[in-house]
């Protein structure tokens, strides 16, 4: 059985509590090139893949814009 949205969303919610987003994303890369790959069970690939794009929007939200650095360390 595939995870809910919700439980998806929960499962990023407590691996941000623990890691740091760019360490959750890479590990959930890992997870899907080691596990969701090399298994006959859907339900497993669904939820891996969810969880990951959910870090990954998470992780594109929190990085930096261009303009956020283009000045950041000057004096106006």
């Known amino acids: ?3 809910t ?3 998806g969303k929960k499962i ?11 360490v959750s994303v890479e590990m959930l ?7 969701g790959l090399n ?4 339900s497993l690939q669904d939820t891996i893949l969810m969880i ?3 870090l990954e929007a998470k992780w594109e ?3 930096p814009t ?3 650095t283009l000045f950041q360390g000057q004096e106006y």
Do not use: G, R
Not at 12 to 22: A, N
């Open 12 to 22: 990023v919610e407590i691996l941000s509590t623990y890691l740091p987003i760019d």
């Open 52 to 54: 990951k794009k959910f």
């Open 5 to 7: 949205v919700d439980e």
């Open 66 to 68: 261009q303009s956020d």
């Open 1 to 3: 059985m595939v995870a």
């Open 29 to 35: 890369d890992e997870m899907w090139e080691e596990v």
């Open 39 to 42: 298994t006959d069970n859907e």
């Open 61 to 63: 939200y929190s990085l």
